[in-house]
Nanobody
Framework: QVQVVESGGGLVQAGGALRLSCAASGNIFSINVMGWYRQAPGKQREFIAVITSGGSTNYADSVKGRLAISRDNAKNTVYLQMNSLKPEDTAVYYC??????????WGQGTQVTVSS
């Protein structure tokens, strides 16, 4: 059993910042990739950011320069620092971890609401 739990969501004004955390626990082995997606009301889930075990990162164009992904391998935790937030960033943010080549585990999501 693997558990993936996000935290840190909330309500923030436009221009503000939030830091999301996501911790994996349980039968953990060889976490390869960790990342974030988000889903706004009425829209499909979209890729936000990913980080490999070696620290390489990739971002969606819509968040480059405003969001930063990082991870603590010792804690099996990935973070998403979100700055200069916009109302269009409002969504449920989901974390995922990939172990080995194909085992992917998702968290339950955390709500981020940005008011104008």
């Amino acid at each position: 059993q693997v558990q993936v739990v996000e935290s840190g969501g909330g309500l923030v004004q436009a221009g503000g910042a939030l830091r999301l955390s996501c911790a994996a626990s349980g039968n953990i082995f060889s976490i390869n990739v960790m990342g974030w997606y988000r889903q706004a009301p009425g829209k499909q889930r979209e890729f936000i950011a990913v980080i490999t075990s070696g620290g390489s990162t990739n971002y969606a164009d819509s968040v480059k320069g405003r969001l930063a992904i990082s991870r603590d391998n010792a804690k099996n935790t990935v973070y998403l620092q979100m700055n200069s937030l916009k109302p269009e960033d409002t969504a449920v943010y989901y974390c995922y971890v990939q172990m080995g080549a194909s085992r992917v585990y998702w968290g339950q999501g955390t709500q981020v609401t940005v008011s104008s």
